[in-house]
C-alpha cells in the first residue's frame, strides 16, 4: 500500500520501533502501513463513529494484523491508558477539535514523547492552545497532495515560553524552515489574505473594519517570514 503526500509526511516523523496511537483512524491506513513497513512495534488505533469503526476493523482484518493493531472505539484519548504508547497521531480533523481532545484527557496526552497532529483547518487555534497550555511545538512541517497544503505540527509537553504572533499565525518551526514548499504555501496564504482584504475594503461596518485591520496584520506578518 502507497501512502499520500499528508500521511507520508506524518510517518517521516515517527522513530522506527515505537508504539504509535492513531486517535481517529478512519480507514487504519495509517496503522496498517506502519506495521507492514516495520516502523512501528504496535499501533492502538482509535475511532469514535460506528462506520469509520467498523471500516478500520475490516481492513485490519483483511490484512491480517489484527496481532498487531488494537482497535478500540471511543472519542479522543478517552480509550487509552497513560503511557500505552510513545507517540500519538491525531490528524485529519479540524484544529479546534484536536485541542478540545487533548484538553479533554491532558494526563494521558502528556504521557507521550510526542503528539504528531494535522489539522485540516484552524491551524493557529490549535497553535495558540498548544503554546499557551504549556506545550513545546518541537517540529513543523507542510505536505502538498493533490494540490492542497496540508500542515504538521509535532507537539510535546514542556514548560510554558514566551511567543509571538507569527509563533501561531505561521509556527516556531515553520517561520524558520526555508523549503520551497512552505515559501509556496505561505505565498498561498498571502494571496487568500489578499482576496479577504478586498472584500472587506467595501465594508463599512465596525466589525469589517476591525477585520480589515486584523487581516491586514497577519499579511505583513506573513510577508515578514518571506522576506
Ligand atoms: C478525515 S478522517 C481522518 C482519518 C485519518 N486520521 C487520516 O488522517 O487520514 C477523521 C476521522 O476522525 C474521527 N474522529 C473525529 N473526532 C474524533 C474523536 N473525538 N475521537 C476519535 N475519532 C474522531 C472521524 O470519525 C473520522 O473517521
Redesign the pocket.
Known amino acids: 500500500m502507497k501512502l499520500g503526500n499528508?500521511?507520508q509526511s506524518i510517518v517521516s516523523m515517527i522513530e522506527k520501533g515505537s508504539t504509535v496511537v492513531?486517535?481517529?483512524?478512519?480507514?487504519a491506513?495509517?496503522p496498517i502501513y506502519l506495521i507492514n513497513e516495520g516502523l512501528a512495534e504496535r499501533v492502538i488505533a482509535?475511532?469514535?463513529?460506528p462506520g469509520?469503526f467498523e471500516r478500520a476493523r475490516e481492513n485490519i482484518e483483511k490484512s491480517g494484523l489484527e496481532n498487531f493493531i488494537n482497535l478500540r472505539m471511543?472519542?479522543?484519548f478517552k480509550p487509552i491508558k497513560p503511557r500505552e504508547g510513545d507517540i500519538a497521531?491525531v490528524?485529519?480533523?479540524g484544529g479546534t477539535?484536536i485541542a478540545k481532545?487533548i484538553d479533554e484527557s491532558k494526563e494521558i496526552a502528556d504521557s507521550f514523547k510526542k503528539l504528531i497532529l494535522?489539522p485540516?483547518q484552524n491551524q493557529a487555534k490549535l497553535r495558540e492552545y498548544l503554546l499557551t497550555t504549556g506545550y513545546q511545538i518541537i517540529d513543523e512541517n507542510v505536505a502538498i497532495e493533490d494540490n492542497r497544503f496540508y500542515e504538521i505540527i509535532v507537539a510535546k509537553k514542556g514548560i510554558f515560553k514566551a511567543f509571538d504572533e507569527i509563533d501561531v499565525l505561521v509556527g516556531p518551526v515553520l517561520r524558520n524552515k526555508k523549503t520551497s514548499v512552505i515559501s509556496e504555501y505561505i505565498n498561498h496564504r498571502i494571496e487568500i489574505i489578499q482576496k479577504i482584504i478586498q472584500r472587506l475594503k467595501a465594508t463599512d461596518s465596525k466589525t469589517g473594519k476591525a477585520a480589515l485591520e486584523e487581516h491586514r496584520k497577519q499579511m505583513e506578518a506573513l510577508k515578514e517570514v518571506i522576506k
Open positions: 499528508r500521511l492513531d486517535i481517529g483512524t478512519d480507514h491506513y495509517l482509535t475511532e469514535v463513529l469509520p471511543g472519542s479522543g497521531v490528524a485529519g480533523m477539535t481532545i494535522q485540516m
